[in-house]
């Protein structure tokens, strides 16, 4: 029976939210999972490479007997860049965010959707942004907020565009997220000052977000695409 069961590709599953997407997916999919380096559980695949995305379809469509249904985007970076560094620097950073958050969750997308349209069936995708897309993020993290924005702008357009043929995309929007080690996490956002911006009192837990990621994956109705879900404990309502 495991060819009944959906086959999906999840990007940056290695640890923090994919890993918990993964988890969330056992037993009810055919999962392959990526990073940056090959291993047995993943496809490796350094994104900052422009021709790398591709290639990761490619290799994850083998890994599945030539079939995937559901593409999880989640892979990605939050890496500062100040104002005060030289252009060269400022440039760099952007270029390499909006590839690895952005261009390279396009091409998958892409990638994606011309296999569904070869097979003639339709299709999910799930892209994993940000409450950044909506209400921004600190003065040394404009590209990240960018990237994620262009995500949110992506998810919409594939879903108005492709859903005459099966083809459905959502995104989530998590704000803090749990993903490493409690107190590096929260000094790397700011300290404890973040909870206090957070009605719900903490940050979200991992497998939150993998369980609206899942739902998405696997159950949500077709009438909800192009919907974004937000996670963020009410930090941000709209
Ligand atoms: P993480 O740093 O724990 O994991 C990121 C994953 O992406 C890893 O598997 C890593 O291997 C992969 N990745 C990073 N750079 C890569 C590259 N160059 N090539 C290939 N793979 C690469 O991150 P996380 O906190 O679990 O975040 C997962 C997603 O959720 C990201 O897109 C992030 O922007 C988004 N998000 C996270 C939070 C949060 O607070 N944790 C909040 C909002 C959105």
Known sequence: MANALPHILVTGSTRGIGAAIVDSLRGRA????HGRTDGPEV???DLSDLAAADRLWQAALARLDGRIDVLVNNAGVFEPVSVDASLEDWQAGWTRTMQINLQAS???CRAAIRHWRERGTGGRIVNIASRA???GDSPAHWHYAASKAGMVGMTKSIARGFAAEGILAFAVCP???MT???EDYLSSRGGEKLLADIPLGRVADPAEVASAAAYLALEAPASMTGAVIDINGASFVR
């Open 30 to 33: 055919r999962v392959v999972g």
């Open 43 to 45: 496809v490796g695949a």
């Open 106 to 108: 396009a091409d998958l």
């Open 133 to 135: 897309a909506y209400r």
């Open 175 to 177: 704000g803090f997220t």
């Open 180 to 182: 490493g080690m409690a």
